[in-house]
């Protein structure tokens, strides 16, 4: 042996000498395999649940506005949704949530089949949340100034086939509401457990 080298023994820990060490290291990494396995199972779940919120979304808005839109009575007593600003409000906000979720849809199906987004984005989880915030306050917001005034028409001059359509629009408006709001909470969760993908 070369002067000033000391001969050391085996090295023992928490498991046993350096053969015996692998057995540990071996266990550690099975567990970080088994935790990255749960997470990406939780991630698929939550995706899946995620879009099936935003196809909730996209069939209750285009019903809302489809209906809305088709509010329009014939006569002299005829009227037209496009009269009032509440429901033209309550038609443009529909038509937006429609084309968000259409599109998150679409993004969340793509990247379940190929586990690659549309658009991939540094700021993707802040997008998607606070979208998902606003348009449910937007839709909120349209479907209760809606209601009111449908609940103004019909103290006054009583139901009719018109207000019947348009209370239909509203009910469905508040659907989509609730689908943005479960939708929010997921991407809620998403941006605080984002990974690096």
């Given at each position: 042996m070369a002067p000033g080298v000391t001969k050391v023994?085996?090295?023992?820990?928490?498991?046993?000498?350096?053969e015996g060490g692998e057995?540990?290291?071996?266990?550690?990494s099975r567990a970080a395999v088994e935790?990255?396995?749960?997470?990406?199972?939780?991630d698929v779940m939550m995706n899946r649940v995620a879009l099936g919120f935003r196809v909730c979304a996209v069939i209750f808005c285009l019903i809302s506005f489809s209906v809305m839109a088709a509010d329009k009575t014939q006569g002299w007593t005829g009227d037209s949704f496009d009269r009032y600003k509440?429901?033209?409000?309550?038609?443009?906000?529909?038509?937006?949530?429609?084309a968000y979720a259409g599109f998150q849809a679409f993004d969340l199906a793509l990247s379940l089949a190929t586990g690659k987004h549309f658009l991939s984005y540094h700021m993707?989880?802040?997008?998607?949340?606070?979208?998902?915030?606003?348009?449910?306050?937007?839709i909120m917001s349209a479907s209760s100034?809606?209601?009111?005034?449908?609940?103004?028409?019909a103290s006054?001059?009583?139901k009719d086939a018109?207000?019947?359509?348009?209370?239909?629009?509203?009910?469905l408006s508040f659907l989509a509401f609730i689908a943005f709001a479960f939708s929010s909470i997921i991407s809620g969760y998403s941006l605080c457990n984002r990974t690096s993908s």
């Open positions: 023994g085996p090295v023992r820990g928490g498991g046993g000498d350096v057995v540990g290291g071996e266990r550690r935790s990255i396995l749960e997470r990406s199972q939780r509440e429901y033209r409000y309550l038609v443009a906000v529909n038509v937006i949530g429609f993707r989880y802040h997008f998607n949340f606070s979208m998902d915030q606003i348009l449910a306050y937007l100034s809606s209601a009111t005034r449908v609940d103004d028409w006054n001059w009583g018109f207000t019947e359509m348009a209370s239909a629009s509203i009910a």
